[in-house]
């Protein structure tokens, strides 16, 4: 079968795999077929996602890139209501004091690395400096319009933070089994050293359900660095006025929790309903971000924007890693 043929065939293809996973999901509720839900997990999703992308050719870009967004949002919050209020706060603490430390850290590293040392220009070196220090592509697009940057700045920027995204989900699983990382040390781990929300749910989701809520939470809590970063930004490259891209649904998340933590007590079934579907959500959207990606996002990256990306990757998740190891 030619690479022709697949990508003239590409709708078809892709509405195809869709149904394969989603039927793979469906089985968790029929008695007897259950145990094959579990071979449809979030690394072969965006595995299944990127392969139809670069073998195939992206095949409705635009519903791909409004719909991962939009569903990764709504199983985020459907998360929370199999979360409870006192111990996410519990696991999600030692994450938190080393928040502050990594994101202001990873900013300066990465300005350093791509603008200094690099001579990426500015603009494309603080988004993917922002990105990497907060939650991927959530911050490039709050940071973006604040510092006046380019299309052609906030595409390689993206693109460079969702390949690296797309191979953290993959790699981080394995090197955390490798190491011996418990739930809690790897989700704290994740949280931190993994760029965008969606792969650090994913990851924690491969790795354990104590690692996916640790994830979540340090991750989430991490992402409202969004609004004290924007305000700082606009000061540093004087662009005062610029609307700042709230994540709302990070506070949906935390009402969820909430709710399932004093309002849901009677209601155990509906809120580990919820959450499951928001699971199997979560796998099917890893394939839609899969997707996304192409052979023209690939070459609009280029060698130093990926080096940057790759160096503060790699320092970040060695910092981070040792500061979770000895403390």
């Known amino acids: 079968m030619s690479i022709t043929f697949l990508q003239n065939h590409n709708k078809k293809i892709y509405f195809t795999l869709i149904s ?26 965006l595995f299944l996602g990127l392969a139809f992308a670069l ?6 870009p635009k519903f791909n890139k409004k719909v991962s967004k939009y569903l990764l949002q709504y199983c985020v919050v459907g998360l929370g209501f199999g979360m409870n209020l006192h111990e ?10 080393f928040t502050i430390i990594s994101v202001a850290g990873t900013l300066i590293i990465g ?49 460079t933070i969702f390949i690296l ?31 965008d929300t969606s792969s650090v749910v994913g990851a924690g989701a491969a790795y354990g359900e104590e690692a996916l809520k640790v994830a979540t939470t340090i991750k989430l809590t991490r992402a409202l660095w969004i609004i004290p970063v924007a305000l700082v930004t606009a000061l540093i490259f004087k662009s005062g006025g610029k609307k700042i891209a709230i ?19 009677g209601m155990t079934q509906v809120g580990h309903g919820i959450a499951s579907l928001a699971r199997k959500g979560l796998i099917l959207t890893m394939f839609f971000i899969g997707a996304s990606l192409s052979v023209d996002v690939l070459k609009k990256v280029g060698v130093r924007p990926l080096i ?14 040792g500061y979770i190891l000895i403390s």
């Open 247 to 265: 994540p709302w649904f990070i506070f949906y998340f935390i009402i969820a929790i909430v709710l399932n933590t004093y309002f849901m007590n």
């Open 308 to 321: 940057q990306g790759v160096l503060l990757w790699i320092t970040i998740s060695l910092l981070s890693l």
């Open 88 to 97: 996410s706060l519990a696991s999600g603490r030692q994450g938190m004091e």
């Open 165 to 195: 995204n797309a191979i953290a989900l993959f790699i981080f699983p394995i090197i955390g089994h490798y190491i011996g990382l418990d739930q809690q040390q790897f989700g704290t781990w994740a949280a931190i050293a993994i760029h």
């Open 111 to 159: 300005m350093l690395i791509g603008y200094r040392f690099l001579k990426i220009n500015r603009e494309t070196s603080y988004l993917i400096s922002s990105g990497t220090a907060i939650c991927g592509g959530s911050a490039i697009a709050a940071v973006g319009p604040i510092i006046k940057a380019k299309e052609s700045d906030m595409s390689v920027a993206l693109a």
């Open 55 to 60: 073998i195939c050719g992206e095949a409705y």
């Open 20 to 45: 394969v996973i989603t039927l793979f999901l469906i089985m968790d509720y029929i008695p007897g077929l259950s145990f094959l839900a579990g071979y449809m997990t979030p690394p072969l999703s």
